[in-house]
């Protein structure tokens, strides 16, 4: 869920490449993906600025929100979800729990560790800042031709899949 808006697969450098240089199918593709989710990121951050967050108190709240029914996680998985480091995961659920956005619960079987357990108000936030996001991709992706957001979707998903299971 962390945004690399600039610096995907293709780097930082191949996105800056004059429109004239020519460049491998694998180097187009990362290209084109890393514009289209710098693009709709873009949306996503607008909205979450707009409620006084930074992306990645956004990313905690939506990874807690999706972790299942009980929309709780331990720091260290919340970390691995969001690509943040043990101390930027610490300073996040600090200010989301000073916020009313998350409580810390004890785990009662270890007692080292807790959870991050998402309130109510919480849910409610993330869940007004994915829908002012969709709704504002929702009339991006309406100026494309009929047809078109569903094939990309697809193909993009074949590629991801076969993509990744040849890195495993």
């Not at 991006?140 to 890195?167: F, K, N, R, T």
Request: with cysteine.
């Amino acid at each position: 869920m962390t945004t690399g808006a600039g610096h995907g697969a293709a780097g930082p450098l191949a996105l800056c490449a004059p429109a004239t240089a020519p460049r491998s199918p694998s180097a187009e593709l990362a290209a084109q993906a890393a514009r289209l989710t710098a693009v709709m990121d873009a949306t996503t951050n607008a909205e979450v600025a707009r409620r006084g967050l930074t992306r990645a108190d956004f990313d905690v709240l939506a990874a807690l929100r999706f972790s299942g029914p009980e929309q709780r996680l331990k720091p260290t998985d919340l970390s691995e979800r969001c690509g943040l480091s043990s101390g930027g995961t610490s300073n996040v659920v600090r200010r989301m729990t000073e916020s009313g956005y998350v409580v810390r619960e004890a785990d009662l079987y270890d007692g080292r560790s807790s959870w991050a357990l998402l309130t109510e108000e919480g849910l409610r936030i993330a869940e007004n800042i994915q829908d002012a996001a969709d709704a504002v991709h929702a009339g991006m992706l309406d100026l494309l031709p009929p047809g078109v957001v569903d094939a990309l979707s697809a193909l993009l998903a074949q590629a991801a899949s076969v993509l990744e299971q040849q890195s495993r």
